[in-house]
């Protein structure tokens, strides 16, 4: 069997289990025998095993049986199949590549979104990450001419709008200390590991470090705030389904629109966001990010004056 059918497998496998919460082997057989994949044969229980086996080895994905009720199979470690996580992006991505590997005589009609990061930087990042090395990067601003160069303790990376970031700490001496910064792939203009060694701190969550934030700007000089948004016409159902943020909750409804109330602080890039979609998404509260977003639309509107 191909490396490529055997992740198809590993795929559906994890995706009939999750679905179905908790389902039998006898289930699992009758689902799997109505797929193209079977060819009309059973899956054998040693095949299911292997493939068990497999998944937790390449995804950290844990399914269990309980022996109690059935012998009904169920994911261990639900919490890991998240939006956000490793495991749910690397199952979405092969899922989606092997649905378009299936499709190259469509390749003409396919459109995709490019990712403008280079791969040897992700390569680089995570080896350091891993062997818990410092990183010396040089490091080029938009705007400015000057490239600087820092020595940095990788702690995460976070993709944000098809570019790459890595976050990590300036003071990896005195981690305690949390001076982050964040540096976006595609400014880098060179970096190597350093025999600076460093430890990440205990309980540091790199979810937990952006809850509280839209995307990548981080602020010492805001606090989590209440924020409301309308959204008329066809953008509530948008953002309904696609939410600005993960404590997006619905406050009200009219004629036509639908506010949405979100807690987290309020960061140049969710100004940018509303912005892009200002005719359509009107803040109503706070009053100072109201004003704060007319003044950028007037601005906005002096360019074409």
């Not at 940095?152 to 981690?175: D, H, Q, S």
């Not at 959204?231 to 629109?257: C, I, K, T």
């Amino acid at each position: 069997m191909k490396t490529s059918d055997k992740f198809k497998e590993y795929i559906w496998l994890v995706n009939t289990i999750y679905r179905a919460g908790r389902i039998s082997f006898a289930k699992i057989q009758k689902k799997w025998l109505e797929t193209e994949m079977s060819n009309g044969m059973g899956l054998a229980r040693s095949t299911f095993n292997r493939h068990k086996d497999a998944i937790e080895d390449i995804f950290g994905i844990f399914i269990d049986c309980d022996r109690l009720d059935k012998y009904q199979y169920f994911i261990g470690n639900n919490d890991v199949l998240t939006d956000e996580s490793v495991q749910n992006w690397m199952l979405s991505t092969l899922a989606v590549s092997n649905e378009v590997g299936e499709s190259m005589s469509l390749q003409n009609r396919i459109m995709l979104e490019s990712i403008p990061s280079e791969h040897g930087r992700l390569a680089d990042i995570l080896d350091a990450m891993k062997q818990k090395v410092c990183l010396r990067i040089k490091y080029q601003k938009y705007g400015q001419a000057e490239v600087k160069e820092v020595e940095m303790a990788p702690y995460c990376i976070k993709l944000f709008k098809r570019r790459w970031y890595v976050v990590g700490n300036l003071t990896p001496e005195n981690p305690e200390r949390g001076s982050y910064r964040m540096y976006s792939f595609d400014r880098i203009k060179g970096l190597e590991h350093t025999a600076t060694k460093f430890e990440v701190p205990e309980g540091f969550d790199a979810k937990e470090l952006f809850k509280d934030y839209y995307g990548v700007m981080m602020s010492q000089n805001t606090v989590v705030e209440s924020i409301v948004v309308r959204a008329y016409n066809n953008e509530r159902f948008y953002v309904r389904d696609l939410p600005m943020h993960s404590s997006q909750r619905e406050v009200g409804e009219g004629d036509g629109y639908v506010d949405f109330e979100l807690r987290m602080h309020p960061t140049p890039d969710f100004f940018s966001h509303v912005l892009s979609r200002s005719s359509q998404l009107q803040v109503l509260s706070p009053q100072w990010l109201a004003d704060e977003i007319r003044k950028m639309l007037r601005d906005a509107l002096d360019r074409y004056e």
